[in-house]
């Protein structure tokens, strides 16, 4: 059976650099990493003691809440997202974006489960460092 590394969610918010603000504010949460695709917030880990979460702008993929599509996305960091990705769909799921190789390092895709929640399933390819991950977002947006 394939290895679950971490678990975390991933909140889609509109203005995600407020969102980053607040959350600091108000939890005293550490950005430890923020990537922006044309000035938008594509991710952001944020730490508060031993929890992690994200933080990313709404877009067309990722509605934020009160509009069509799931405001949170949970995310499985794995060791074989294809062995994950072909237990989820065996037992029910379906595939939103399949799973392929990213330029920012991760091989992984999103699934929908049977009730609806959106789960990303991303292993490491590539490690990165988080300039070497923006520079290539940048260069993939160019």
């Keep these: 059976m394939p290895e679950i590394r971490s678990f975390h969610p991933r909140l889609v918010v509109e203005g995600g650099d407020a969102a980053l603000d607040f959350y600091t504010a108000a939890l005293g949460a550490e950005i430890t990493e923020r990537y922006t695709v044309d000035g938008r917030v594509v991710h952001a880990m944020l730490q508060v003691g031993p929890v992690r979460f994200a933080v990313k702008d709404a877009d067309d ?39 392929a190789d990213h330029d920012y390092g991760d091989r992984g895709g999103r699934l929908a489960d049977p009730f609806g929640h959106h789960w990303m399933i991303a292993a490491r390819r590539l490690d990165l460092t988080p300039d070497e991950i923006q520079a290539r977002l940048d260069a993939v947006t160019r």
């Design 61 to 99: 993929a990722d509605p934020a809440p009160g509009s069509d599509g799931p405001p949170v996305i949970l995310t499985l960091e794995v060791d074989d997202a294809d062995a994950v990705a072909e237990r989820m769909l065996a037992a029910g799921a379906r595939v939103v974006f399949p799973i």
